[in-house]
């Protein structure tokens, strides 16, 4: 069973992903736009100090990955 998402800022995101291997293409006002070395997954990350739930899901999902695996990157 998924544990249950924290409360999330961006540079939690952005760190956690980086663990999986993506890294920052660029950045655009209070976006930014993350891929990985095969160019796959595309992934946009806002830049607010909590990201919302349902946006958080969406990242999880643009990444190709499945929310467990997602929660063992921030452990």
Do not use: C, N
């Amino acid at each position: 069973m998924s544990r249950r998402l924290p409360s999330l800022g961006w540079r939690q995101v952005v760190k956690a992903l980086g663990k999986k291997g993506f890294y920052v293409v660029h950045q655009k006002g209070s976006h930014i736009y993350m891929t990985e070395q095969e160019r796959k997954h595309k992934v946009t990350i806002p830049r607010h100090e909590t990201v919302a739930t349902g946006t958080l899901l969406s990242i999880i999902e643009q990444s190709g990955m499945t929310r467990d695996e997602f929660l063992r990157l921030l452990d």
